[in-house]
């Protein structure tokens, strides 16, 4: 009999698992960006241009691959994205200008796709809710993406290079990685073989992978100067900064266990956690307001992002697809989310940043229901 994430459940532990540590590596690669710009001596725009590559290319990679990597068994497409978020890092971490670091951090993001989009497909066909996967896995993730820039940081602090650090954990959580993919040789029912078309539920996903996705990076991209504006000390911000992420993750975890409740009502029961924490942002001045207000949205905000890839999973057109679907969103929040949120609260401010980040709330909900409608998951 064929091993599948159905009748091996070890293989959910282990999809699960590998989650985590791809979140790690991939947190661990964005919080070595600032580290570049000190290396080269070049501005934030410079550097940030690291990060729109790598939204660009995941966005990119979503759409065409989800037809590629169709002809491949999911074990196969898992392990080449090891391979390939290996590759980038070496490139990225030997680089000895922008011009080389740039492509390096690009073909991280191709990895990540290929390893990503796979492990989420497969899940979701395996044994078991696929909200509850969903949920798990997006909370281990972030858990354990959370956790790379205190481990960097601590080494770096002590005298390390980042370039060292950050290629020698690679090393080992790739190699590791690489290893320890199961063999999972089904697919989804669904597979991809024309070009990626964009019917109406297609577009859906699309956006409302963007909308959840433009929620997190509305909640943290610049909590950290949110913080600091509103007198709160920069060591102690840059604590609480990092609570953002464990609020998140906790939730999503939280809720996998209560997936008996439904999705629509996890939905909205986190929309009113998260639209209390981003109202409160946005109605107080003070620094411990502010504080507790960020927790309480990232609470509120975690689930959805995970909803949002439960329901890309589980459509007519195949978990591939949908997956990718959801990606190409998230690519383009991840990529211009930033940057809104940064002209908005430097021309406006704070306030109607985090304004803008309820307003997409709502439209996330309007979507969500949408895209719910006439389904049963």
């Known amino acids: 009999m064929p091993q599948t994430s159905e009748n091996k459940p070890e293989i959910q532990r282990r999809l699960l698992g590998l989650a985590g540590a791809m979140g790690f590596l991939m947190y661990g690669l964005g919080y070595c960006v600032p580290l570049v710009k000190r290396d080269f001596h070049i501005s934030r725009a410079a550097a940030s241009i690291h990060n729109l590559v790598f939204a660009f290319l995941l966005m990119l990679s979503s759409y065409y691959l989800a037809r590629i990597i169709s002809r491949f068994t999911p074990s ?3 392990r ?5 978020v290996f590759i980038g890092v070496a490139i990225f971490t030997t680089a000895p200008n922008i011009w080389i670091s740039i492509p390096g951090y690009g073909i991280c993001a191709l990895g990540a796709t290929l390893f990503n989009n796979t492990n989420a497909a497969t899940l979701s066909q395996g044994k078991g809710s696929s909200l509850t ?4 896995a997006a909370g281990i993730g972030t858990a354990g993406g959370a956790c790379a820039p205190l481990l960097i940081g601590t080494l770096v602090g002590q005298g390390v290079s980042w370039r060292i650090t950050l290629f020698i954990i690679t090393a080992i959580v790739a190699g590791i990685g690489y290893w320890v993919v199961p063999e999972v040789p089904d697919r989804s029912p669904a597979t991809h073989k024309e070009k990626m078309t964009f019917d109406r539920q297609l577009k859906l996903l699309l956006v409302l992978g963007f909308t959840a996705n433009m929620l997190e990076v509305g909640a943290g991209a610049w909590a950290l100067d949110l913080m600091t504006q509103r007198k709160i000390a920069n060591a102690a911000a840059l604590i609480f ?16 266990f209560l997936v008996r409740v439904g999705m629509t009502k996890i939905w909205f029961i986190s929309t ?3 639209g209390s924490g981003l109202l409160t942002i946005v109605i107080t001045r003070s620094g411990p307001a502010t504080v507790i207000g960020l927790v309480v949205a990232a609470l509120g905000i975690g689930p959805l992002g995970a909803i949002a890839v439960a329901l890309a999973a589980d459509n007519p057109h195949g978990a591939d697809v949908g997956v990718s679907a959801n990606v190409i969103g998230a690519a383009i929040a991840i990529g211009v989310g930033p940057w809104i949120v940064g002209v908005i609260s430097d021309s406006l401010g704070f306030s109607y940043a985090y304004s803008m980040t309820f307003g997409i709330l709502l439209v996330a909900t309007m979507l969500f229901v949408a895209t719910k409608k006439g389904e049963s998951i």
């Open 76 to 78: 196969k497409v898992m």
């Open 80 to 84: 080449s994205g090891w391979v390939v």
């Open 133 to 136: 996967l969903m949920l798990r």
């Open 241 to 256: 900064a990092s609570f953002i992420s464990y609020g998140i993750a906790t939730s999503r975890l939280f809720f996998s």
């Open 272 to 274: 009113v956690i998260a």
